[in-house]
């Protein structure tokens, strides 16, 4: 989820907490874990701090180790370490527990994003991607801070937060029921299909769709149970090409290769260099398609600058390349 729905959710947690009579016992145990689970529904997206680095290292980190098993098991001892110093008296276990509980939702939520997690690491590093929940959900997002509203009116956090999530839980069902019926209705338009990619985007009733056959990539959208195919490409195997090759093993290129399961790839050939060019398939926007790598090579194949990320205009897509050097 984004970081606005993780911070609210930490406060929504840290009201739902009134219900353990641990916490409300004690003023220094409720202060201390309401601090917690803030902190702890936003500690696994430190990777985002990646983002400084270059694009190519948070594609292939974001979501991956500090969302893992370990990682959820080890961030409440990190932050419960930080915070009991200033709360001596609270009771550690509830402590600990309420922090477990922010940090395992923050990953447990993210997994029904299109984007996912590498939530079962060590074990696989298979992304988990349940695809029914945008990063931004509005109905999410507005339900919580109506709750935060009752909570500063005077409704009682706990049971004011366990309504909440009880509807959560039917909205979660209700979403899982539409993507299948959009799966049905995605069979219907194109029955031989190999792989089907389902997206929700930020409006309920509308869908992304990638789908590819044995000869074909689809790109479409979903409204409500109607299937609308946009754009077409025929399934060109990547060759085994000298400069091919050598732009796979580009650090952008490489990254976007471990992220994006369904692309299409061009290799233009100019004056003085080549360009590759891969686009994943599953974000089609406005006519383009954001989610790029791009490896410019000399003639003699050397690796002149490259770029992954999201781009949303060609002109843009120069801009980033020449500012990033060779």
């Known amino acids: 989820m984004d970081t606005g729905t993780h911070v609210v959710m930490g406060l929504a947690l840290g009201g739902l907490a009134t219900l353990?009579?641990?916490?409300?016992?004690?003023?220094?145990?409720?202060?201390?874990?309401l601090i917690a689970t803030i902190i702890g529904s936003q500690a696994p997206d430190i990777d985002t701090l990646l983002k400084?680095?270059?694009?190519?290292?948070?594609?292939?980190?974001?979501?991956?180790?500090?969302?893992?098993?370990?990682?959820?098991?080890i961030w409440p001892f990190a932050i419960v370490a930080l915070i009991y110093p200033f709360f001596?008296?609270?009771?550690?276990?509830?402590?600990?527990?309420?922090?477990?509980v922010a940090v395992f939702l923050h990953v447990f939520v993210d997994i029904f994003n299109a984007y996912g997690t590498q939530a079962l690491r060590p074990f696989s590093s298979?992304?988990?991607?349940?695809?029914?929940?945008?990063?931004?959900?509005?109905?999410?997002?507005?339900?919580?801070?109506?709750?935060?509203f009752l909570w500063a009116l005077g409704a009682h956090p706990g049971y004011t937060f366990l309504a909440i999530y009880s509807v959560i839980i039917v909205y979660y069902i209700i979403r899982f029921q539409y993507k299948r019926?959009?799966?049905?209705?995605?069979?219907?338009?194109?029955?031989?299909?190999?792989?089907?990619?389902?997206?929700?985007?930020?409006?309920?009733?509308?869908?992304?769709?990638?789908?590819?056959?044995?000869?074909?990539?689809?790109?479409?959208?979903?409204?409500?149970k109607h299937v609308r195919i946009l754009d077409q490409f025929n399934r060109v195997p990547?060759?085994?090409?000298p400069v091919l090759e050598v732009a796979k093993k580009d650090k952008?290129?490489?990254?976007?290769?471990?992220?994006?399961?369904?692309?299409?790839?061009?290799?233009d050939e100019y004056d003085n260099y080549y360009e590759v060019r891969f686009i994943d398939l599953?974000?089609?926007?406005?006519?383009?398609?954001?989610?790029?790598?791009?490896?410019?090579?000399?003639?003699?194949?050397?690796?002149l600058r490259s770029y992954t990320g999201w781009i949303f205009s060609e002109e843009k897509l120069r801009k980033k390349l020449d500012i990033i050097p060779g």
């Open 282 to 303: 599953r974000y089609r926007s406005n006519g383009y398609y954001p989610f790029v790598a791009v490896v410019q090579l000399d003639k003699n194949l050397n690796i």
């Open 20 to 33: 353990d009579p641990a916490v409300m016992e004690s003023s220094a145990t409720a202060s201390s874990v």
């Open 252 to 267: 952008n290129l490489s990254a976007f290769l471990s992220f994006s399961p369904v692309y299409r790839w061009e290799l």
């Open 126 to 148: 298979k992304w988990v991607a349940l695809g029914v929940i945008n990063t931004f959900d509005p109905f999410i997002f507005s339900i919580h801070v109506m709750g935060l």
């Open 181 to 224: 019926i959009i799966l049905k209705a995605v069979k219907k338009v194109i029955p031989d299909a190999s792989e089907i990619i389902i997206a929700p985007t930020i409006k309920f009733h509308q869908w992304r769709i990638a789908v590819t056959n044995k000869h074909q990539f689809f790109v479409g959208r979903a409204y409500k």
């Open 52 to 73: 400084l680095k270059n694009n190519a290292v948070y594609i292939r980190n974001h979501r991956g180790i500090t969302h893992s098993i370990p990682a959820v098991l």
């Open 238 to 241: 990547i060759p085994k090409s």
């Open 88 to 100: 001596p008296e609270a009771n550690l276990p509830h402590l600990w527990i309420w922090t477990f």
